[in-house]
């Protein structure tokens, strides 16, 4: 299932704050909202789903600048 980047920013407030941000959830809330505001800052709209975007270009700094 793709994730929007509306979809991973509230993954990563569930696991930043909802979840106390504990061990792993920690590093998955911080790595959720790294990519969501860096594909925001290149271009995407929040109903863009982020997954397939990460996948083929593995991380979201390598990710082009929408036009």
């Known amino acids: 299932m793709a994730v929007t980047i509306l979809e991973a920013l509230q993954n990563a407030r569930y696991n930043l704050i909802d979840n ?3 061990g792993l959830a920690w ?4 790595e959720q909202l790294d990519n969501a505001i860096i594909l925001l800052e290149k271009g995407y709209g929040l109903y863009e789903t982020a997954d397939p975007l990460l996948e083929v270009y593995g991380e979201a700094k390598s990710v082009p600048d929408k036009d």
């Open 27 to 30: 590093m998955i809330g911080k």
């Open 20 to 22: 106390k941000g504990v």
